[in-house]
T-cell receptor, first 112, second 111 residues
Framework: GESVGLHLPTLSVQEGDNSIINCAYSNSASDYFIWYKQESGKGPQFIIDIRSNMDKRQGQRVTVLLNKTVKHLSLQIAATQPGDSAVYFC???????????FGKGTRLSVIA | NAGVMQNPRHLVRRRGQEARLRCSPMKGHSHVYWYRQLPEEGLKFMVYLQKENIIDESGMPKERFSAEFPKEGPSILRIQQVVRGDSAAYFCASFDRTSYTFGSGTRLTVV
């Protein structure tokens, strides 16, 4: 299940199940969104991105959904594996070369 | 392509000392962003630089912090007279119009 701890929200899933990580973004003018995976002691690693003219994009085992009406982004991971355990961040790009704005992050814990 | 290179990976400084963090962007990238990450938190924007120019420093504290990206060499984030609250992971990212790539970060510990 999903819980909000003292700091990062945590999502625990069984190995093989699908994971859904949610993110609310703040700027309705943002036109580009990215999901990053961050493992302990490492930098953010690009997973998948989506532009505002799309509402769904699929990658390998991952799907990003964008709902501009409610400013909501989600990351779906199919058949979650232990190697997927990490902190996941969504980031929005308000425009062009402006800095990415990161969400709070969700810690995904995969139970073998 | 070696990706975005940051060094050192770990840096320990005593209170009052200076910290210098280096970032070499991906080959051909001329835009660099610096972010700070506290434990259990997201990345917070600090400064955006192009070669020889600071484009946006709205996220960087006005005192003790400075950044540069010279024509030759890496981008440098400099923290003078460090305090315990500066302890964090500092990441840089380079951008080439289509994608942002992050380095592995420098973990600064102030003792």
């Amino acid at each position: 299940g999903e819980s909000v701890g003292l700091h990062l929200p945590t999502l625990s899933v069984q190995e093989g199940d699908n994971s859904i990580i949610n993110c609310a973004y703040s700027n309705s003018a943002s036109d580009y969104f990215i999901w990053y995976k961050q493992e302990s002691g490492k930098g953010p690693q690009f997973i998948i991105d989506i532009r505002s003219n799309m509402d769904k994009r699929q990658g390998q085992r991952v799907t990003v959904l964008l709902n501009k009406t409610v400013k909501h982004l989600s990351l779906q991971i199919a058949a979650t594996q232990p190697g997927d355990s990490a902190v996941y961040f969504c980031a929005e790009n308000p425009a062009g070369n402006t800095p990415l704005v990161f969400g709070k992050g969700t810690r995904l814990s995969v139970i073998a | 392509n070696a990706g975005v290179m940051q060094n050192p990976r770990h840096l320990v400084r005593r209170r009052g000392q200076e910290a210098r963090l280096r970032c070499s962007p991906m080959k051909g990238h001329s835009h660099v962003y610096w972010y700070r990450q506290l434990p259990e938190e997201g990345l917070k924007f600090m400064v955006y630089l192009q070669k020889e120019n600071i484009i946006d420093e709205s996220g960087m504290p006005k005192e003790r912090f400075s950044a540069e990206f010279p024509k030759e060499g890496p981008s440098i984030l400099r923290i003078q007279q460090v305090v315990r609250g500066d302890s964090a992971a500092y990441f840089c990212a380079s951008f080439d119009r289509t994608s942002y790539t992050f380095g592995s970060g420098t973990r600064l510990t102030v003792v």
